[in-house]
């Protein structure tokens, strides 16, 4: 992330998306880790790559994930702003499921 994310030929590679999978497990997920759910998550696709990626608040803390469409894997970071360094990872699949 230090190489890319704060270029802004990055940011203009992507678009803000929605993303029904993602808006849903990111919440369990955080609930999971730190006991609270986030208060916003923005979401950033990159059709061309089936990739998105984004982040989210929480009360004294920062999450960030990114999501590889194809391969239906991600990766979830939440880390503490007090300064104690302290991060939390969590791996995730996403298989669709359809409903009846």
């Keep these: 992330m230090d190489y890319f994310a704060d270029h802004p030929e990055f940011l203009d590679f992507g ?3 929605e993303h029904p999978f993602l808006s849903e497990i990111i919440p369990r997920l ?3 880790m730190v006991q ?3 208060k916003t998550i923005l979401f950033i696709g990159i059709p061309d790559y089936d990739f998105v990626h984004g982040s989210f608040q929480i009360p004294n ?3 960030a994930f990114v999501y590889f469409e194809k391969k239906l894997k991600g990766v979830l970071a939440i880390s503490e702003l007090t300064g104690s360094g ?3 990872f ?3 699949t996403g298989y669709p ?3 009846n």
């Design 61 to 63: 803390k920062v999450g």
């Design 30 to 32: 955080s609930e999971t």
């Design 86 to 88: 302290m991060t939390k």
């Design 97 to 99: 499921v359809e409903k």
């Design 90 to 92: 969590s791996r995730f």
């Design 15 to 17: 678009g803000r998306v």
């Design 36 to 38: 609270k759910k986030p």
